[in-house]
């Protein structure tokens, strides 16, 4: 029977911790409502979530070791402290503590990649016996009935991510118009015409005429707490033309029943929010508008009114779709903090109010 040395002891056990950790990450279940709804073939839809697993646990891995570096050996200590038990210990606490980082980076980065793609963490849900939970809705008014003369039916708000002149809403703003023109806040008005949508994420490509002022994304995740403002024109004919300005945080960096794809967010929004950009405390965009809590439904189930349960769609998210279309956008990491009122000057030139005419 051979002694294991330390180091082959220390080997051992950070190869078994590194395997047990990835076969625990990847033990979980995962579905896809949109392909449980087209009503695809189980071999199908089996073979896309491999195939989409892979992916993200590659970008995943990636993404971590550059976060976090692994500790390869433990040569600092055994000069510092001997070649003994005491080395081994630091060394081996040393490792778990990296391994922790490197473990929180990789779930973090692995989730928003599959749910960028349309796949939610669990179990697929089943309906309640007893009350449903509170679900969001559009915070797009109501349309009109169609007439032969297309009229304003409903507003929204969109941004402009490229200087081709592309701009991003939610599918809900767009649904179903006969016709689409954007405003910006100077008055100028200019046709839109619809390029893309991506019904599960709720996200419309729009394309006008020229091109100007663009928002930037910004690298990364925001995290919980972390202030935000939004631009847009709620409430249009009631409200400000020229847009309105507020400001919150990020509520939750997740959205009903956990949903990855989604951040809740404080700060307030109306109907015509729908479709603008959350920005961070430096003007990157962070998210898209997207919907608030129903507070009548709420109260009647839970007897109490919800106070700001908003959602956004996570700026990565936004950030795929366009990818998946060819559209160049810009992105850098987070700046500087800036005043409200010198980001509310850029959103004014790269955000247009929405009109949907049906």
Request: net charge positive; proline share 7%; with cysteine.
């Amino acid at each position: 029977m051979k002694i294991l040395t330390h180091a082959k002891l220390f080997a051992i056990l950070l190869i078994f911790h590194i395997f047990g950790n990835t076969f625990a990450q990847t033990s979980g279940r995962w579905f896809n409502s949109r392909l449980l709804e087209q009503g695809m073939p189980p071999p199908q839809r089996e073979a896309i979530g491999k195939a989409d697993n892979v992916q993200c646990q590659a970008d995943a891995r990636s993404s971590a070791a550059q976060v976090v570096p692994q500790l390869t050996n433990c040569n600092y200590y055994t000069r510092t402290y001997g070649d003994g038990p005491l080395a081994v210990h630091l060394c081996m606490e040393e490792r778990d503590r990296r391994q922790a980082r490197f473990n929180n980076a990789h779930r973090d980065v692995y989730q928003g990649c599959m749910a960028s793609r349309g796949w939610v963490f669990g179990v697929p849900p089943v309906a309640p016996s007893v009350v449903a939970a509170p679900q969001p809705v559009p915070i797009a008014p109501s349309a009109v009935p169609q007439n032969s003369e297309p009229i304003i039916a409903s507003t929204g708000t969109g941004f402009f991510v490229s200087t081709a002149g592309h701009l991003l809403s939610n599918e809900h703003v767009i649904d179903g118009c006969r016709k689409l023109s954007a405003r910006l806040a100077s008055g100028e008005v200019f046709p839109l015409n619809l390029v893309a949508t991506d019904s599960p994420n709720d996200l419309a490509l729009l394309k006008a005429p020229t091109g100007g002022a663009t928002a930037t994304f910004r690298q990364g995740p925001a995290p919980l707490g972390e202030r935000i403002v939004v631009y847009g024109f709620p409430l249009a004919g009631t409200l400000s033309i020229s847009g309105n300005l507020t400001t919150g945080a990020i509520s939750a960096v997740a959205g009903i029943s956990g949903d990855p794809s989604k951040y809740q967010i404080s700060a307030p929004i109306q109907p015509g929010n729908s479709g603008g950009a959350v920005l961070d405390e430096s003007g990157l965009v962070i998210g898209i508008v997207q919907s608030k809590l129903n507070a009548v439904k709420a109260q009647k189930i839970t007897g109490d009114i919800p106070q700001n349960v908003n959602f956004a769609i996570k700026a990565s998210v936004a950030q795929n779709f366009l990818e998946a279309q060819g559209i160049r956008y810009s992105e850098r990491a987070k700046a500087v903090t800036r005043k409200e009122s010198l980001i509310a000057e850029d959103a004014i030139r790269t955000t247009v109010l929405i009109a949907c005419y049906k």
